[in-house]
């Protein structure tokens, strides 16, 4: 009779038998025909680099592809997504328009020359000051909660023009969990009772209705269930005599061609172009709307998809090292070893394989992203070595500062920069001097010329806010005012205490 043999769980490596399996080693040796080499010699490692010619090609292919199919469009860049000035201001001059969730961003909206007219203010949070100072401007405001409508009556009462505003409603489109921390419930009626509310308040009109589904949205037939909800929500509340309905705002969330943790399909097939996502909300807003008549103006509030493959980030190899990976295990091995910190095979221990592994300069402080997505990670210098899966650690003195758990490398060595892309996307925003100075970034015109559109921060800036209370302001030690070497030195050493067994002596 055979013997048992019991299950196993093994790890499947095919580099044995196809060591081509990662393909050849692709390099990014420049960014818009500048050298990474040059960027990192003249502006320092790690170091964000932006393409001004890759996000004018990005909004006018977006908004191409819209008015191709809706009459009435206008696009919003929305500055969550990434609020330098100058990303702004490229947006802006391709005809976009401000979409901001908070004072700090409204400020600098208009700090950017954008009329409140041409703001979309959204969020949340909105204290009575800024609110009052966008209904001053006349800016868009889509009233997030209760709360937030009652004070506006309030501001409205004291003004003689009714203030126009729009609702944000969330709802259900059936291919991802519902946002309900943002507005009112389309799907169960609350919507309309908030309509009725608000008509209720002669100083507010209502103006349009505003959905922001969710964000990196893979399936675009979540935006034909969302544009048809708020469609007859329109409709719905000019029934009752609140119109007419100016504008519906789709809100943002298309996706970028960053990858996902776990994603199967690489991102050229899994993310959906322009095109079907405009065919999903142009086609059912004009199929749904009432024939014959007007049809709304359409506001999209697209970030991600128009700012993040225009990102980069350059990092230098600062160490090389191996990762033990767990071996090969047998289920029953498994179960026995838990806890013990070793697995059984064969009744022997096995054999821990090791992984290539390199810690790079820029870290999960800067790559808030990572948290979702896998950035690739390319050589800057060309290597005829085949790529094998390598960890990229970050530079921090953290545990879960791992920037990619797998990443087709060829052998690389201190020293070496690496790209990462794409990475415009909520990484500047969101990024923090977590041990280290947030670095440089610099935008390469469409001539190639480079420029600085951030500064590399210094201690000064981190420290500019800073204040110490006067009871613990101190004068600098004694011993840190001479000079070493001195005569004055030896006899500060000579008037210490001896110290015996690690304890000063009297």
């Known amino acids: ?43 320092g490692s790690p170091l964000f680099v932006f393409s001004e010619t890759a996000l004018r090609e990005k909004i006018r292919e977006a908004r191409r592809v819209f008015e191709r199919r809706y009459p009435d469009v206008r696009f919003a860049w929305s500055y969550k997504t990434n609020y330098l000035n100058a990303i702004c201001r490229v947006f802006h001059e391709e005809g976009a328009i401000a979409e901001v969730v908070s004072e700090f961003e409204y400020e600098k909206a208009r700090g950017n020359g954008v009329p409140g007219r041409d703001i979309i203010f959204n969020g949340p949070c909105k204290g009575r000051a800024i609110l009052e100072r966008a209904v001053e401007e006349d800016a868009m405001i889509q009233v997030d909660n209760l709360d937030e409508l009652l ?24 291919t991802h969990a519902v946002w309900s921390k943002f507005g009112f419930n389309a799907d169960n009626g609350e919507a309309l009772r908030i309509v009725r509310r608000l008509m209720q308040m002669p100083g507010l009109r209502l103006q349009g209705f505003h959905a922001h589904i969710g964000t990196f949205i893979l399936e675009p037939g979540a935006y034909r269930k969302s544009a048809e909800v708020l469609v007859r929500l329109a409709l719905a509340a000019e029934k009752l005599g ?13 996706a970028s061609r960053a990858r996902l943790h776990h994603q199967y399909l690489p991102p050229e097939q899994a993310t959906p172009g322009f095109d079907r996502y405009a065919e999903a909300i142009c086609d059912t807003i004009t199929q749904v709307w009432p024939a014959g008549r007007l049809l709304p103006r359409l506001y999209l509030e697209t970030g991600r998809a128009l700012v993040d493959e225009a990102g980069y980030l350059i990092s230098t190899v600062v160490a090389v090292k191996h990762r033990p990976m767990p071996p090969a295990q047998p289920l029953a091995g498994v179960l026995a070893a838990y806890g013990k910190g070793m697995v059984a095979h064969g009744g022997a221990t096995a054999r821990e394989s090791d992984r290539p ?3 790079i300069d820029a870290g999960v ?142």
């Open 1 to 43: 009779m055979k013997s048992y043999t019991p299950p196993t769980i093994r790890r499947l490596h095919a580099e044995p038998c196809n060591p081509f399996r990662l393909g050849s080693a692709p390099r990014c040796a420049e960014i818009d025909g500048v050298p990474v080499e040059r960027l990192a010699r003249d502006h």
């Open 242 to 254: 609140a119109g007419p309905i100016r504008y519906l705002n789709l809100g943002g969330g298309f």
């Open 151 to 174: 004070l506006l009556g309030e501001i409205a009462a004291r003004r003689p023009e009714p203030v126009a505003v729009a609702l944000r409603v969330h709802l259900d489109t059936g």
């Open 365 to 506: 402080n800067l790559l808030y992203t990572t948290a979702w997505y896998q950035p690739t990670i390319l050589p800057a210098r060309a290597c005829t070595d085949s790529p094998v899966p390598t960890t990229v650690y970050g530079c921090l003195c953290m545990n879960i500062d791992v920037v990619r758990e797998e990443a087709p490398l060829p052998g690389l060595t201190t020293g070496d920069h690496v790209v990462l892309h794409p990475v415009g996307a909520y990484n500047i925003t969101q990024s923090m001097q977590f041990i280290a100075y947030r670095p440089a970034i610099v935008m390469i015109a469409p001539g190639g010329q480079v420029h600085v559109i951030r500064r590399r921060e210094n201690l000064d800036y981190i420290q500019e806010l800073e204040e110490i209370p006067g009871h613990l302001v101190r004068k600098q030690p004694l011993r840190k005012k001479i000079k070493h070497g001195s005569s004055a030195t030896r006899l500060f050493r000579r008037l210490q205490p001896p110290v015996l067994n690690g304890r000063k002596q009297p």
């Open 357 to 359: 592994a390199l810690v």
